[in-house]
């Protein structure tokens, strides 16, 4: 069984809306403490947090096109029972990234499987 967290990011931030890359990244790291803490009791979630996965955790960071995919995706997974927190960077109200809670990568991965890696 291999535990994975999915980070699923907009492609257009850096070249349509001009965000450098640290923001980005910020963005997506402030994602994944939020649903790591909304999660925390979750069986799953503990396990891939426990000090002995620390050093071999999984995660797969995906690029997806718009806010408009973005936004689809979010209401997909919803509907699915897929748990995961859709960040909105405030006060500009811009949807920026969908990080999953860690889940078995079997029961997830097909959800994903259009996406390619973030570049």
Known sequence: MTLIQYIIIRKDLIKVLKWNLGAIIANSCHAVAAINELTKDDTITRSYLSEE???RMHKCVL???NEEALTGLHNKL?????IHKLWIEMPENVGVCIALKPYNK?????YFKDL???R
Request: proline residues 0%.
């Open 53 to 55: 996965n620390l050093d």
């Open 106 to 110: 079997e029961d997830v991965q097909d």
């Open 63 to 65: 690029g997806i096109d």
């Open 116 to 118: 390619k890696l973030f």
């Open 78 to 82: 919803d509907s699915a029972g897929i």
